[in-house]
């Protein structure tokens, strides 16, 4: 497609519950990132991938969250045992190369922790 | 880390007004992006301007690097400007974004 991608776009889904959350990147670039949005705040960032290579998982919160890009295309952000505190907007960004280019974001997938 | 700051927080127009929104910045950057997030959501691109000046239609932007801030200006606004603006800056790590200037437009 044209642009970055992201499924779903809604998700809720029961406290304790693993939710997977999948970010198609534009074609051909070989960065992508995952950033959380809260409600009120600029988007922070979670993760980085250069092709399937996580380069960077400083802003992963905690072990509950993961991320993956084995074929250096799609990735898949899971959180395990989800709590209400990672009800948020996540993110999916991804640019030609590094971060000094410009980063294209999908429409974001809306979770919502019960 | 890099700090940065998005003034005003809130701005509130007529429709056909001019706005300038600004971006400071605390250290020298080689990204800096502003973003117009829609009512709806959408993260939308507006300008790749870590230095210099340029030009979309009714938005512009500035920013000068050697005094860390940057500009955007929307000339005659629209309805449809409304959301929020977004400053996000890299300086070889992720963006960094400022908590962002929310724009009412009414007709």
């Known amino acids: 497609g044209a642009g970055v991608s992201q499924s779903p776009r809604y998700k809720v889904t029961k406290r304790g519950q693993d939710v997977a959350l999948r970010c198609d990147p534009i074609?051909?670039?070989?960065?992508l990132y995952w950033y959380r949005q809260a409600l009120g705040q600029g988007p922070e960032f979670l993760t980085y991938f250069n092709y399937e290579a996580q380069q960077d998982k400083s802003g992963l919160p905690n072990d509950r969250f993961s991320a993956e890009r084995p074929e250096g295309s799609i990735s898949t952000l899971t959180i395990q045992r989800t709590e209400q505190r990672d009800s948020a907007m996540y993110r999916c960004a991804s640019s030609i190369t590094g971060f000094a280019d410009t980063q294209y974001f999908g429409p974001g997938t809306r979770l919502t922790v019960l | 880390g890099i700090q940065v700051e998005q003034s005003p927080p809130d701005l509130i127009l007529q429709e056909g007004a001019n706005s300038t929104l600004r971006c400071n910045f605390s250290?020298?950057?080689?990204?800096l992006q502003w973003f117009h997030q829609n009512p709806w959501g959408q993260l939308i691109n507006l300008f790749y301007i870590p230095s210099g000046t340029k030009q979309n239609g009714r938005l512009s932007a500035t920013t000068v690097a050697t005094e860390r801030y940057s500009l955007l200006y929307i000339s005659s606004s629209q309805t449809t400007d409304s959301g929020v603006y977004f400053c996000a800056v890299s300086a070889g790590t992720a963006l960094i974004f400022g908590k962002g200037t929310t724009l009412s437009v009414s007709s």
């Open positions: 250290d020298s950057v080689n990204n």
């Open positions: 074609s051909g670039h070989v960065s």
